[in-house]
Nanobody
Framework: QVQLVESGGGLVQAGGSLRLSCAASGRTFSNYAMGWFRQAPGKEREFVTA????????YYAESVKGRFTISKDNAKNTVYLQMNTLKPEDTAVYYC????????????????WGQGTQVTVSS
C-alpha cells in the first residue's frame, strides 16, 4: 500500500483557481497510476480525473474537462490537481487515490485513498 496525504484545499471565489497536491510514501510512487475523486455533501463520491504511472494516459470527468489538469511528478512522489475557473458546484472534499492503471481508477478500482481535503467555492 502507498500512503497518501492531500493538501492545498481552501476557500476560493467562483472563477478562481486552486492547486491540490497529494504526497505519496511507502511504495515506489512511479509504479502507480494516480487519480482524484470528490464527494459533495449528501452525494456519492465521484471520479474527477486520473493519470497513468508515466503520465501517458489521462481521463477527466466531463464536468471538469478544460478546467482541471492532473499532473504527476515522480521525482517528488507527488500528484497535482490544478483547478481553474472554479464553480460553486465544485465544492466538495477531494480525495487522492492510487491504483494500478488510470483506466481502473476511472472505474473506481482504487488501492489506496488519502484522507481528503476540503475545497469550497463561493458564489
Amino acid at each position: 500500500q502507498v500512503q497518501l496525504v492531500e493538501s492545498g484545499g481552501g476557500l476560493v471565489q467562483a472563477g478562481g483557481s486552486l492547486r491540490l497536491s497529494c504526497a505519496a510514501s511507502g511504495r515506489t510512487f512511479s509504479n502507480y497510476a494516480m487519480g482524484w475523486f470528490r464527494q459533495a455533501p449528501g452525494k456519492e463520491r465521484e471520479f474527477v480525473t486520473a493519470i497513468g504511472w508515466n503520465g501517458g494516459d489521462t481521463y477527466y470527468a466531463e464536468s471538469v474537462k478544460g478546467r482541471f489538469t492532473i499532473s504527476k511528478d515522480n521525482a517528488k512522489n507527488t500528484v497535482y490537481l490544478q483547478m481553474n475557473t472554479l464553480k460553486p458546484e465544485d465544492t466538495a472534499v477531494y480525495y487522492c487515490a492510487a491504483g494500478t492503471s488510470a483506466f481502473r481508477i476511472r472505474q473506481s478500482l482504487v488501492g489506496s485513498w488519502g484522507q481528503g481535503t476540503q475545497v469550497t467555492v463561493s458564489s
